[in-house]
């Protein structure tokens, strides 16, 4: 598992610091990963470090918006993506791409990006 942030000194002068705790904190901001209850490893990633997912991974955009949304687009290997916006709408275009699951709203049907019913049936029969 992932914590993607813009910048490693969010973790450290954030709300988040204080919900972590300063051993977690210290822990990744020292590029170790951090055991979870779950036996699952958190490790720190930002915008300028992350590259490459060597196995399915999930990811955690804190203070998420669409430019560092856009960088875990073009990762391989992403399981799934928790976006924590820091101001209202800063994801919005994000999600108008990808229909996401939101806790509390009605789950959206996905967008038609195709629409030309020849390409369609093309790509239906590959």
């Not at 990633?45 to 997912?53: A, C, G, M, N």
């Amino acid at each position: 598992m992932v914590l993607l942030l813009h910048q490693q000194n969010i973790l450290a002068h954030s709300s988040l610091s204080g919900f972590m705790g300063d051993q977690i904190v210290k822990a990744l901001r020292a590029a170790k990963p951090v055991k979870l209850p779950s036996g699952a490893a958190l490790r720190l990633e930002t915008k300028r470090t992350i590259r490459h997912l060597a196995r399915p991974t999930t990811i955690i955009a804190f203070y998420a918006d669409d430019a560092i949304l856009e960088i875990v687009d073009g990762l391989t290997n992403v399981a799934g993506v928790v976006a924590v916006e820091d101001l209202k709408g800063s994801a919005d275009q994000w999600a108008v791409r990808w229909s996401p699951i939101v806790p509390g709203q009605t789950a959206k049907p996905p967008i038609q990006l195709i629409k030309d019913p020849v390409v369609l049936k093309a790509l239906e029969s590959l």
